[in-house]
């Protein structure tokens, strides 16, 4: 916390602090997190709980949706505005006494993909072409050396256009992602 305050004074305009609220571990701090961003233009950006192979219990023992937030602010007048193309899919919330905004991440919403701009390449040089996708590309070979990125874009297009219109997490499908840190999620 005194890092995030350092930041600021330090003169960083956009921070962004990512929270996942959980059942009966701190969502019943909801209101703790609003007001420390009263004074703090800080976008504080609550992801919601997704399922994978290796967290189903977890998920649906303390999974808290993005929905029963988002109805809280707008009971307390916060407004949706546009989103930045930094915002990536958050929906963005702000409020006249509030120096900072909110931003909610609701991976379960329908159309939640639609604007997805997304790939990831893993620390082992894979690509990812969704965070729940069913198969990761090897890179590594083209990533070794500058003189094969033409070969490497190549690779990256062909790919692209097998990358799917939205995970399958609504099946319980999270593809080939046992847990959210194996890629850096
Ligand atoms: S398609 Fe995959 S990476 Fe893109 S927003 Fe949906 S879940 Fe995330």
Not at 24 to 47: C, E, G, V
Not at 56 to 72: A, L, P, Q, W
Not at 100 to 106: C, N, P, Q, T, V
Request: proline share 3%; glycine share 6%; aromatic share 8%.
């Amino acid at each position: 916390m005194a890092g995030i305050d350092a930041a600021l004074e330090a003169g960083y305009e956009k921070i962004k602090v990512n929270v996942v609220l959980m059942k009966n571990i701190n969502d019943s701090n909801l209101a703790s997190f609003i007001n420390w961003i009263k004074l703090r233009p800080i976008q504080l950006r609550f992801i919601e709980l997704m399922e994978t192979d290796e967290s189903d219990k977890i998920f649906r023992r303390h999974h808290v949706s993005g929905e029963k937030i988002r109805r809280r602010l707008l009971e307390q007048n916060w407004q949706q505005i546009p989103r930045c193309r930094s915002d990536g899919p958050a929906q963005v919330f702000k409020h006249p006494d509030y120096y900072g905004e909110i931003g909610l991440i609701m991976p379960y919403e329908q159309n939640f993909c639609q604007s997805c701009n997304r790939l990831r390449v893993s620390s082992i040089g894979h690509l990812h072409l969704c965070l729940f996708g069913e198969r990761s590309i090897i890179l590594r070979d083209l990533l070794v050396d500058a003189s094969q990125s033409e070969a490497l874009k190549a690779r990256i297009r062909a790919e692209l256009q097998l990358k799917r219109a939205s995970h399958f997490l609504h099946q319980g499908d999270s593809g080939i992602t046992s847990n959210l840190s194996i890629i850096g999620g």
